[in-house]
């Protein structure tokens, strides 16, 4: 295989990364937004928020990828293919992040919201300073999961005529017939990502605080 085919599986693999990492990020603020609203205990917000994580949680991601791309025109909303890829990555996505950022609000100790009250942080503050650090620290590991998770799964967006590297090394297999050689290497390049990713996680990991150096 020639240089010239494997520097478009990594020209593709730009679009791979670009899109999963927008849609993680805007996953993860959602995320915190849809914990807030499962911990709220008012019903006005625990119900939408159930339905929606059960949802996105319950049905293929491949499945919601064509929702979406066909539901916004349908409405009138017409949008880049890669907008709405972006759209049905960061709604999935969204719904696993809150999840377990969920699980980890309910693991802050109920002792140090109390003594937050009582040096008078406002409910801003406690969750800004105690609880979102603490719940990450205790959820990173599993965000970092899904956020591999979501990177490999981004190859699915090709279903919306996103020439993404698994898109890209479909095409270039069906003109060169080198199919062997072009998904070995598409493989190898998604190893390269997603391990780049582990090691990044994991040196952040050891800089959140409270962690063990």
């Given at each position: 295989m020639s240089f010239k085919l494997f520097f478009l599986l990594v020209k593709a693999a730009g679009?791979?990364?670009?899109?999963?990492?927008?849609?993680?990020?805007?996953?993860?603020?959602?995320?915190?937004?849809?914990?807030?609203?499962?911990?709220?205990?008012?019903?006005?917000?625990?119900?939408?928020?159930?339905?929606?994580?059960?949802?996105?949680?319950?049905?293929?991601?491949?499945?919601?990828?064509?929702?979406?791309?066909?539901?916004?025109?349908?409405?009138?909303i017409n949008v880049p293919s890669v907008v709405a890829a972006i759209i049905g990555l960061s709604l999935c996505t969204a719904a696993y992040q809150a999840e377990n950022l969920r699980g980890g609000f309910e693991s802050v100790p109920k002792g140090l919201v109390e003594a937050a009250d009582m040096a008078g942080l406002s409910a801003r503050q406690t969750f800004l300073r105690i609880k979102l650090p603490i719940a990450l620290?205790?959820?990173?590991?599993?965000?970092?999961?899904?956020?591999?998770?979501?990177?490999?799964?981004?190859?699915?967006?090709?279903?919306?005529?996103?020439?993404?590297?698994?898109?890209?090394?479909?095409?270039?297999?069906?003109?060169?017939?080198?199919?062997?050689?072009?998904?070995?290497?598409?493989?190898?390049?998604?190893?390269i990502i997603c391990w780049s990713v582990a090691l990044l996680s994991g040196m952040a990991e050891r800089a959140l605080p409270g962690a063990v150096k």
């Open positions: 679009w791979t990364l670009g899109i999963s990492v927008i849609s993680i990020t805007i996953g993860f603020l959602l995320a915190v937004a849809l914990s807030g609203a499962m911990l709220s205990g008012k019903r006005l917000y625990t119900m939408p928020t159930e339905l929606f994580i059960s949802f996105f949680r319950g049905v293929p991601l491949l499945v919601q990828l064509l929702l979406i791309y066909n539901l916004l025109p349908f409405i009138g620290r205790l959820t990173f590991p599993a965000l970092v999961n899904e956020a591999i998770m979501i990177l490999k799964s981004s190859s699915l967006v090709s279903v919306v005529g996103i020439v993404e590297l698994t898109r890209m090394a479909q095409d270039l297999a069906a003109s060169t017939y080198l199919p062997l050689e072009l998904f070995a290497s598409a493989a190898l390049i998604y190893l």
